[in-house]
């Protein structure tokens, strides 16, 4: 077998795992390289190379600036007025959808998309606006924005850092802003006028006021001298349950002890605020003897409580917890935080929740400590969609923060620094200026991104280095026949976009761009329209909810199911495909 049919082979594999799902993309991707290595197509001294490659570090840099634009005030200063929007739809998604894709041009996408999607969630319940006919929407803006700069999304970075190792010059940070731009507001527009029509108008508890309606399933025991559990802790009312407690506050005189924070013993007219479904409740009063309180507005005041918050947060796609449980999370003990309900598919899960296992999209309603909740759900990879106080920031910090990026912009347009010197400088200053402390760093850089990136660089280089790219190219060149070369454009995007709907919008470019390079050979054309078209397509993953981690975080608020995304998405690829095709050739002759 030649060295471009064992390529071939490798990637067919990589990418039945890339939709099989069952393995993270980063461990797919780092197993897809040491495969390489072991079969002779990647050289070992060449394997890890791709880890400092300029567009890794250049996605790094940008990921650490978005974690700084959020500790300055500077997206709060823009969030912020989007609450002030009216009771119109058209509105409320222009605000939304429009603010979201300039944010994602400057930032992460994902990022930009996590710090709206609670102003959305909030938006909705205030003015009683289905979330389902917003947050698809939005999504897709956080997609579409990325496509006018450079540091928008990663397969801008990989494409012009690709064009830089070839023809020895990188796309600079606005060169896609003319294609770009213009996809994204026909995007846009096409969102707000008429693709929400298209999004499903869920009836479930997922489109009411509150996802999880709390006061329902929260029930006031009391502990009575004769009942078989006064005297036992928390820990020993569990295990003669069998099942996890799910006791939100203990009430002892005036005290309201957060149930996480409870350490002692269980005494006569304490009084235990628990959230359990009739049937778990009934299993809870047998095991232990309690008796069953009246009321519900000591509960609700207590759901309302300060020292007792209660927050609704989704599981990215990337999160640690991801086809784990309760037990093996551990969440009491190292994060300090009760399970109370978990949502998925825009409804209630019914059954114990100590044998639920995570999946990416589901909506957890959790209890913790004010203070440290922030930190737990970063620790979880979980992403809050409570309602919260959008603060201002520092005035100082926040056009320090503007006027630092800016510098580096400036450097990147004058040619003074490439875009990774430029960007990492601008990174660090954040730091020694006290935008951003140093400990957020680390937390703001999506890691497996990083390693999924440096991981198929050199997986993708062997693409091309054993001919594998040109044999694909010339298939492509063949099935256009005797058409014009705009037709291989228009195959190479579609193949890319599909490609994109299954697999890592990054790794979709690392592998198009190769091939996008040896189209351009074939056809004795220039290849920057080959490689606008790979850049615009990898980032347009509308199909599904598993082709990039905007459509994932929306599922569950949105009560979306799989299918519902190509509802929207499909016509919306359409209206990308006839706006960027022409504009490409336009912009980016042959």
């Known amino acids: 077998m030649s060295d471009a049919h064992l390529v071939f082979t490798l990637l067919g594999l990589t990418l039945a795992a890339f939709v099989w799902g069952r393995l ?3 461990l797919v991707a780092l197993l897809a390289l040491i495969a390489a290595v072991l079969v002779g197509v990647v050289e070992p001294t060449e394997a890890f190379l791709g880890f400092g490659h300029p567009a890794v570090i250049t996605v790094a840099a940008v990921l650490v600036l978005s974690r700084g634009f959020q500790r300055s005030g500077l997206v709060d200063w823009m969030t912020g007025r989007l609450l002030k929007v009216g009771d ?9 959808v429009g603010t979201v894709a300039v944010m994602s041009a400057f930032m992460n996408n994902v990022g930009a998309l996590a710090l709206l999607l609670p102003v959305a969630m909030r938006i909705a319940r205030e ?4 979330p389902s006919r917003l947050l698809m929407p939005l999504a897709f803006g956080s997609l579409l924005g990325g496509l006018s700069t450079l540091i928008g999304t990663p397969p801008n970075i990989i494409v012009s850092n690709f064009r830089a190792d070839r023809v020895g010059e990188s796309f600079g940070l606005f060169s896609f802003l003319p294609v770009g731009g213009g996809v994204a507001l026909a995007g846009v527009a096409f969102l707000v006028f008429l693709g929400w029509r298209l999004t499903p108008l869920r009836k479930g508890q997922a489109s009411q006021d509150e996802l999880f309606e709390t006061a329902d399933y929260l029930s006031e025991l009391q502990v009575v001298a004769e009942a078989k559990g006064a005297g036992w802790t928390l820990r020993e009312l569990q295990d003669a349950c ?3 407690v799910p006791v939100v506050a ?3 005189g005036s005290r309201r002890i957060p149930g996480h924070a409870f350490h002692g013993i269980l005494r006569p007219e304490d009084v235990l605020l628990v959230e359990a479904e009739p049937e778990e409740l009934r299993t809870l009063q047998e095991k232990s003897g309690f008796q069953l309180a009246g009321g519900g507005k000591v509960a609700e005041q207590l759901a309302s409580a300060a020292d007792l918050k209660i927050v609704e947060a989704v599981v990215r796609s990337d999160a640690p917890i991801v086809n784990r449980t309760v037990a093996q999370l551990r969440l009491h003990e190292r994060h300090g935080l009760h399970l109370l309900a978990v949502a998925r598919d825009g409804g209630r899960l019914r059954q114990r929740l100590n044998q639920v296992r995570f999946h990416a999209g589901d909506v957890l309603l959790l209890q913790g400590d004010d203070d440290g909740l922030a930190e ?6 979980c992403l809050p969609l409570a ?3 959008l603060g201002l920031g520092k005035p100082r910090r926040l056009l320090l923060s503007v006027a630092l990026f800016a510098a580096a912009v400036v450097a990147m347009l004058l040619g003074w620094l490439p875009s990774a010197i430029a960007l990492t400088f601008a990174a660090v200053a954040f730091v020694l200026t006290g935008i951003l402390p140093l400990r957020e760093v680390y937390d703001g850089i999506d890691w497996p991104i990083i390693v999924l990136l440096g991981a198929l660089i050199p997986v993708g280089e062997a693409l091309e280095a054993t001919g594998g790219a040109r044999m694909i190219a010339q298939g492509l060149m063949s099935a256009s026949g005797a058409w014009p070369p705009f037709v291989a454009l228009i195959l190479l995007f579609t193949i890319t976009q599909a490609l994109s709907d299954v697999i ?8 198009m761009a190769p091939i996008a390079m040896r189209l351009a050979d074939g056809f004795s054309a220039s290849p920057d329209p080959f490689l606008m078209a790979v850049a615009v397509a990898a980032s347009c993953s509308f199909l599904t909810p598993i082709g990039h981690q905007s459509n994932t975080l929306v599922m569950g608020p949105g009560g979306y199911r799989f299918g519902d995304y190509w509802r929207v998405g499909l016509p919306l690829t359409f209206v990308v495909m006839g706006v960027a095709i022409p504009l490409i050739l336009v912009v980016w002759p042959m």
Not at 127 to 130: L, W
Not at 504 to 511: E, F, G, M, P, W
Request: proline share 3%; charged share 20%.
């Open 504 to 511: 890592n919008n990054a790794a979709a470019a690392v592998l």
């Open 127 to 130: 003015h009683r606006t289905p």
């Open 24 to 26: 993270r993309y980063d």
């Open 242 to 244: 069998e099942d996890a």
């Open 376 to 381: 737990s759900l970063s620790a979880l990879g």
């Open 387 to 389: 309602s919260r106080d």
């Open 88 to 96: 119109a739809i058209t509105w409320q998604l222009l605000a939304l």
């Open 250 to 252: 203990v009430i002892r």
